[in-house]
């Protein structure tokens, strides 16, 4: 069974970074899809970017390009998800999620997200 | 980006009634390869989001039979033949065709 783990809560200073990490186990990590999704408080999801590990090539929302970074480590099938200069309408629940061989390239096996709070 | 508009936004059905949520898509979600990327997903109160249909009516591994999706192009339906109080939450459709990824506003079901 595919098991994603994210890093815990995080307080951040308007104009700081933070970095998320999501562990994901199961077969062929380095050819799976990792997504990013955040969900303000409230609100909807948002689609933030993602990326194959093998090809490391990302790719990013509009709306977030210049801020983010995302980035895989193979050897410990751990994804990362860097978002820069900080706002507070950033504050959300930011999930990673892995894609399954059924249904490629899509959010089939979420983590427990982790909140960001972005406050002063 | 492509706009996906969800109906209604909410909706309360007594336990054992079937219900039924519209997305609709601002442009085609059929790709040339034949298969046509929208998906429908159940996000459980202080749950993470599960997905529930890909493919417009595939079910997921594990996703009970009374759910059930269809349509083509631009229209989309998903269907609960019969509530059950485990249903609660929001659905949300997400086309996939296109980066972004852009998911419907989600439609709230709750329990009469």
């Known amino acids: 069974q595919v098991q994603v783990v994210q890093s815990g809560a995080e307080v951040k200073k308007p104009g700081s970074s933070v970095k998320v990490s999501c562990k994901a186990s199961?077969?062929?990590?380095?050819?799976?899809?990792i997504n990013w999704v955040r969900q303000a408080p409230g609100q909807g999801l948002e689609w933030m970017g993602g990326?194959?590990?093998?090809?490391?090539?990302?790719n990013y929302a509009q709306k977030f390009q210049g801020r983010v970074t995302i980035t895989a480590d193979e050897s410990t099938t751990t994804a990362y998800m860097e978002l820069s200069s900080l706002r507070s309408d950033d504050t959300a629940v930011y999930y990673c999620?892995?894609?399954?061989?059924?249904?490629?390239?899509?959010?089939?096996?979420w983590g427990q997200g982790t909140l960001v709070t972005v406050s002063s | 980006d492509i706009v996906m508009t969800q109906t209604p936004l909410s909706l309360s059905v007594t336990p054992g009634q079937p219900a039924s949520i519209s997305c609709k898509s601002s442009?085609?979600?059929?790709?040339?390869?034949?298969?046509?990327?929208l998906c429908w997903y159940l996000q459980k109160p202080g749950q993470s989001p599960q997905l529930l249909i890909y493919?417009?009516?595939s079910r997921f591994s594990g996703v009970p039979d009374r759910f059930s999706g269809s349509g083509s192009g631009t229209d989309f339906t998903l269907k609960i033949s019969r509530v059950e109080a485990e249903d609660v939450g929001v659905y949300y459709c997400?086309?996939?065709?296109?980066?972004?990824?852009?998911f419907g506003q989600g439609t709230r079901l709750e329990i009469k």
């Open positions: 997400m086309q996939a065709i296109q980066l972004p990824h852009t």
């Open positions: 442009q085609s979600l059929l790709h040339s390869d034949g298969k046509t990327s």
């Open positions: 990326l194959i590990p093998i090809f490391n090539s990302p």
């Open positions: 199961g077969d062929a990590f380095h050819s799976s899809t």
């Open positions: 999620a892995r894609d399954d061989l059924a249904a490629q390239g899509l959010m089939a096996y």
């Open positions: 493919d417009v009516s």
